[in-house]
């Protein structure tokens, strides 16, 4: 069965994080399909899920957090790994105050919270008027080997008892999104 990366992003940032994430397991041997938390039906033909959001406000975006309360009992029954994304430059990392929740109800096997990207001429003017306000760092302050030695502990934690550890990591190739022609 193929694995899951599925997100909720506002602004883009989140999809790049899962698409890397996507891309990286690709490259690991894995069946993967990519695709927004809103396009996902069901994740029960998937054998892992890995969820992630960006954070806006101290929270997960609604349609995420709607994932997981509707499909808790599925998520609950396959290894499901999170993701946030959001702190940007040095502001420190909060957990979304979601996590919590979703730790006690469907005991995912990791959650990450990753330094995000914004870009000012990307907000509407309310979003600008309040990164104003709180002096917010524009900028892309992803950190790309991070995600990927991330996604590659999740390769190797889905691989069969018994397999070598993965090494090293190379630039991944792209991979299909299925909702692209
Ligand atoms: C209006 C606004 C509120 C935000 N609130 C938070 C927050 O509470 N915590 C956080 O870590 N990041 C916060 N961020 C930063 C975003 O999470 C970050 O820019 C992220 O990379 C956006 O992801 P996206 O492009 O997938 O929407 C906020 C950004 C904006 C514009």
Not at 80 to 99: A, H, M, N, Q, R
Not at 100 to 110: C, K, L, S, T, V
Request: proline letters at 9%.
């Amino acid at each position: 069965m193929p694995i899951l990366v599925t997100y909720a992003s506002k602004h883009g940032s989140t999809q790049d994080i899962a698409e890397r994430i996507a891309a990286t397991l690709h490259r690991h041997g894995r069946e993967v399909i990519v695709q927004p938390v809103h396009a996902v039906e069901n994740p029960v033909a998937y054998e892992a899920v890995i969820l992630g959001s960006a954070i806006y406000f101290g929270s997960w975006l609604k349609e995420a957090t709607e994932f997981v309360r509707r499909h808790c009992d599925e998520l609950a029954a396959r290894p499901v790994w999170l993701f946030s994304s959001g702190p940007l430059g040095d502001t420190p990392s909060v957990d979304p105050k979601e996590i919590a929740e979703f730790q006690a109800a469907i005991h995912p096997r990791g959650h990450r919270t990753f330094v995000g990207s914004l870009d000012r001429h990307d907000l509407s003017f309310t979003e600008r008027m309040i990164v104003k306000a709180v002096k917010a760092p524009d900028g892309d302050f992803r950190d790309w080997d991070d995600i990927n030695t991330w996604a590659e502990s999740i390769a190797q934690a889905l691989m069969p008892a018994g397999t070598p550890p993965i090494s090293t990591h190379d630039t991944p190739p792209a991979v299909s999104h299925p909702l692209q022609p």
